[in-house]
């Protein structure tokens, strides 16, 4: 299985994107997508998942403002990102649990200046 994110570019602060990730064949590992980012110099960090029980879970810094969402019909995740801020610069990875290990996508550079 393969993931793909997308939706990723240049924005203000204040502003909003949405993020995509497709995932290359149907597998209920969709059910748990989750997104991470890694800002330079940084290490990479949990922004949003669905966890055990569907629950959701999401960053301090990005509650709010941040919506993770599914289709598993589509093999499709998404992030909702509403006032988008300097910090939140960085790479956005989505990623889904597998038997043999967690598969991570490329990443989309999401920049957000000031």
């Known amino acids: 299985v393969q993931l793909q994110a997308s939706g990723g570019g240049a924005v203000q602060s204040g502003e909003s994107l949405t993020l995509s990730c497709t995932v290359s064949?149907?597998?209920?590992?969709?059910?748990?997508i989750g997104w991470y980012r890694q800002a330079p110099g940084k290490e990479r960090e949990l922004v949003a998942e669905?966890?055990?029980?569907?629950?959701?879970n999401y960053a301090e810094s990005v509650k709010g403002r941040f919506t993770i969402s599914r289709d598993p019909a589509k093999n499709m995740g998404y992030l909702q990102m509403n006032g988008l801020k300097p910090e939140d610069t960085a790479v956005y990875y989505c990623?889904?649990?597998?038997?043999?290990?967690?598969?991570w996508g490329q990443g989309t550079l999401v920049t957000v200046s000031s």
């Open positions: 064949r149907s597998t209920f590992g969709v059910n748990a």
């Open positions: 990623t889904i649990p597998q038997p043999h290990g967690r598969v």
């Open positions: 669905f966890g055990s029980g569907n629950k959701i």
